[in-house]
Each structure stands twice: as structure tokens, then as C-alpha cells.
């Protein structure tokens, strides 16, 4: 006897339970950060094998390092940027692609950089242009040739390490420097491409 064949996942039903148990629960209760998390499919941001965990309350390893977070990860950080239509939005990518997905519809344009391209301080498309800077990943520090790429008064939604444990972050650029103001310890994905250079003590 054949053995039956799995019945294909119900991706929308894991969408709307992730807004229900995840998001709702924690506190993200904003109607327009549920619209952008019902409508993307976090399912097409993992590998093939990795589809039927793309909605658990965890980071998805997507290989050679790069991880998508946890769901209520990119709810937090979209609650907290507040984006609107006049903001022009540079976002250092994770590796999964997801969180300039669920952006692009808010602000009026975007720019993506991947982490290694960001901390390495090559050159985008111009100094002082964006408004809102978006770090999808925990990093210990946001070089100064990042900082320039925003405008005075620019928005800042990060994960941030401090001291082993990586938390949400918000700041503004002030005077030409970022400050940021460490929040909710979350499981961010860290992003190597940014931890500060090891300084040894004897």
C-alpha cells in the first residue's frame, strides 16, 4: 500500500496564528505592522527545506551564516521605525531579503545593503540622503561611514549587543553621531561584518 502523501502546509493559517501568538501577545498590536506581516510570506525568504519552520518563534538558519529572525524580531523593529511616505529608508540586510520586503510599501524609497557591503564602509549612493537606517541583525557598533549616509535628525532601528546579549535598539543621528538606546533583550541574529575589532590585554 502507498503510503499518503503530506497534506501541502496552510502558510496563511501559519501567518495569521504567528500574528495571534507571537506578535499580539508580545505587544505588537499596530494595525499596519499586522497588514505587512499577514501579507509577506515569510516562506519564500528561507530555503526549501527550511519552509514549514519559517513561522516558529525562532531564528532560521538560511546557511553560510546569514539567519532570518524570529518573527516578532522585524514586528518590533517595523513598530518602532514608525516609516512613512516622505522617508527615504536604508536598510543593512540580514541575508533573508525579508525585512526590505515588508519596508518598501511604507516609505517613499529604499535602499538595500548587504551586512559585509555596510560594515565595510563602500561607497552607496550618496552621504546624508536617508532617513530612517534599519540594521536587520544585533551588531556591536554601526561604523561612522554608515552614520554619514544619514541624514541630521535620521532614524535608527538596530539590534545591539551589549555586553554578550543583543537587544533592540532605536537612536538619532545628533551632531554627525548615532546614539542608540538599547530596549527589549531579543535573540537578534548578530551580524559578525559588525563586532568590534578584538583588542588584546595581558
Do not use: C, H
Request: aromatic share 4%.
Amino acid at each position: 500500500m502507498m503510503p499518503s502523501a503530506r497534506p501541502a502546509p496552510d502558510f496563511a493559517a501559519a501567518r495569521r496564528a504567528m500574528i495571534d501568538s507571537q506578535l499580539r501577545t508580545s505587544g505588537v498590536n499596530e494595525p499596519w505592522v499586522l497588514a505587512r506581516m499577514m501579507t509577506v510570506a515569510r516562506e519564500d525568504f528561507v530555503p526549501e527545506t527550511a519552509r514549514g519552520v519559517a513561522y516558529t518563534d525562532r531564528a532560521v538558519p538560511l546557511g553560510d551564516g546569514r539567519w532570518l529572525g524570529a518573527p516578532l524580531v522585524q514586528a518590533r523593529m517595523l513598530a518602532e521605525a514608525r516609516p512613512t511616505q516622505t522617508d527615504r529608508a536604508l536598510v543593512v540586510d540580514g541575508g533573508s531579503g525579508y525585512l526590505p520586503a515588508l519596508l518598501a510599501p511604507l516609505v517613499g524609497t529604499i535602499e538595500t545593503l548587504d551586512a559585509e557591503t555596510a560594515a565595510a564602509g563602500r561607497k552607496g549612493k550618496g552621504e546624508g540622503e536617508a532617513t530612517l537606517l534599519m540594521i536587520d541583525g544585533a551588531v556591536e557598533k554601526i561604523p561612522d561611514s554608515l552614520a554619514r549616509r544619514l541624514t541630521e535628525g535620521g532614524r535608527v532601528v538596530s539590534g545591539l549587543v551589549v555586553n554578550g546579549v543583543t537587544r533592540l535598539a532605536v537612536g538619532r543621528k545628533t551632531a554627525g553621531a548615532i546614539a542608540l538606546l538599547p530596549l527589549a533583550e531579543m535573540g537578534i541574529p548578530r551580524l559578525p561584518a559588525f563586532d568590534r575589532p578584538k583588542v588584546w590585554s595581558f
